[in-house]
């Protein structure tokens, strides 16, 4: 790997080398000659880019909303997130966080509590006010994505401020994202010094704190018809059994 230097610095394929940008630095890479691919390789590169795109879709239902800086890794630490969650498990999103640097637990020592009804319940608790901060900031994002279409159906947030100097007693919030898909929500917290935000990443979070299944429609059941019952076997003809005398037939004679 070879660092880019100069006044005019550029992004992509140039015959083949291709420059790309990582860490703030421009970097020069050749491409290989040729490429050896069994069939596990080429199962990571599907699962790989699978991982991608969900992650891209993720990024882009959230991004509208999400007012905290988030770090400069955020698109590889996502994908490796899913990766590691496994194929179609998007119940493993729940924790991930969008600020790598902090999290919601160092601001809530009881854990927020999302419900199936769209409700999200914070218990009460001491609050800490960090670098003279006198609001906090809290807003519930909830994003209702279908991930076999790639679509985003739906979008809904709630916003609550919290006087720091005051003790919390705890509050509840709620959002309704009707729709097809998976619901999936995000409690973003933000620090203020009255009007201002705190801009350090150090007291920002924002979090998946649920991740809701779409509910399949229940299928009535269908009552059958009663077979009709079968009559009963008519009763065989009786017959008149000649008597028979030294195993010989008798025959009457009228």
Known sequence: MAILDSMMPFTGRLGNVISYKRNGKHCLRTMPETVRQTANTR???????AASRKGALIRRAFA??????????????????ILQAGRNNHAGLKGFRFN??????KFFRLRPVFSGDGKLHIPAQPLISYTGATRMEVKLIASRIDFSTRTITGTDAALL???LGQPFEGADM????????TLVVVLEMRMFVKKQVIHNRKYQAADIVAVVEEQAPEVPL?????????????????????????????????
């Open 43 to 49: 199962r990571a590169a599907q699962w790989f880019g």
């Open 174 to 181: 709620s959002i309704n994202v009707p729709g097809k898909g």
């Open 100 to 105: 790598g640097y902090t999290g919601l637990d």
């Open 222 to 254: 269908t009552h059958s018809q009663p077979r009709k019952k079968l009559s009963g076997i008519p009763p065989a003809p009786a017959r008149k059994i000649a008597p028979v005398q030294n195993v010989r037939v008798i025959i009457q004679r009228e």
């Open 161 to 163: 401020h919290i006087d």
């Open 64 to 81: 509208p909303d999400i007012a905290i800086n988030c770090d400069k890794v955020l698109v590889n630490r996502l994908n490796s997130f």
